[in-house]
């Protein structure tokens, strides 16, 4: 338990961190960009949020489960899982482009949103769960505060004008790129070099493990988003940009009970090597404490 809520104290060191600075960047894009172009960014990530969704397709929860459990393997766990995320990020990036091409909404809007095809790959690089697995989080919070710190300087320093909207998405995969570099650094330096392959056998029987997994998370995205996309086609990109301005509020506070089952599930599943009773008192006190 004492892991456990290292771990968190860890990630939640950090999100308030990266809430400090968004709520930064927020108010400078909304008073920047007008509720109109904060609305184009909003709607642009919402749509992202579904096609990132089919990359991971469960397989950040999987793959953490796995690695907790069977640590000797974690070399093919790795190469499986990341060769298999980067072919859904190609086939998710096709996909893009083909709703790109048959949603009704102006050339500017369709541009923004075809340009967060970028985060599609640098989502599939990225290697938190894999530290989550090993029960290192603190490495996942140090990447996850230089993404932010990137985004936002980025931000400060470059979008002056509702006209510069469009940068937004490659300015977000920037700073999703330093967190792939700086986890990629630091996973080769104790582990090695690892080269994603086709394996069409292992990435079956990890497809079909995760599927389940990914169909719940599609559902509760849905539960998220779809309101913000309903309103961008139903309405108009200022209902979009007043709506998730006052959204961010509330997703940063649910935020937190992600980050306790992201320090929580890999001990779990590690004491279960040990069998049933070895969870027990961990499930126990996990309940007491939240």
């Known amino acids: 338990m004492k892991r456990v809520l290292r771990n968190f104290s860890a990630l939640s060191f950090a999100e308030a961190i990266k809430a400090a600075l968004g709520g930064i960047v927020t108010i400078y894009l909304a008073r920047t960009l007008g509720a109109d172009g904060f609305g184009i960014y909003g709607f642009a990530i919402a749509v992202l ?26 070399r093919s766990h790795v190469q499986t899982i990341l060769g ?20 009704p909404k102006p050339e500017e809007v369709k541009r923004v949103v075809l340009l967060t095809g970028f985060s599609l790959f640098t989502y599939a690089l990225l290697l938190d769960w894999v530290f989550y697995g090993l029960e290192r989080a603190s490495f996942v919070a140090i990447a996850n505060v230089l993404k932010m710190m990137v985004f936002a300087g980025a931000v400060l320093l470059i979008v002056h004008g509702r006209e510069q ?3 937004l998405p490659p300015l977000l995969a920037s700073g999703e790129f330093s967190a792939v570099l700086l986890m990629s650094a630091i996973f080769v330096s104790q582990f090695g070099f690892i080269r994603p392959g086709i394996q069409w056998r292992a990435w079956r029987e990890v497809f079909v493990q995760s599927l389940p997994i990914g169909l719940s998370h599609v559902l509760r995205f849905v539960n998220y988003s779809f309101n913000v996309i309903w309103i961008g086609l139903a309405l108009n990109e200022v209902s979009v940009g007043w709506f998730v301005s006052a959204q961010k509020l509330v997703l940063f506070m649910l935020g937190f009970g992600t980050l306790y089952f992201f320090a929580y599930l890999p001990s779990v599943a590690h004491a279960l090597r040990e069998g049933p009773a070895a969870v027990e008192p961990l499930l126990t006190r996990s309940i007491r404490l939240t």
């Open 49 to 74: 949020g579904y096609f990132e969704t089919a990359v991971d397709g469960g397989m950040t929860l999987l793959g953490m489960r796995e690695i907790a459990r069977d640590r000797a393997h974690l």
């Open 84 to 103: 298999l995320r980067l072919v859904l990020a190609t086939l998710a990036l096709a996909c893009l482009v083909l709703f790109v091409q048959l949603v």
């Open 165 to 167: 909207v469009w940068l």
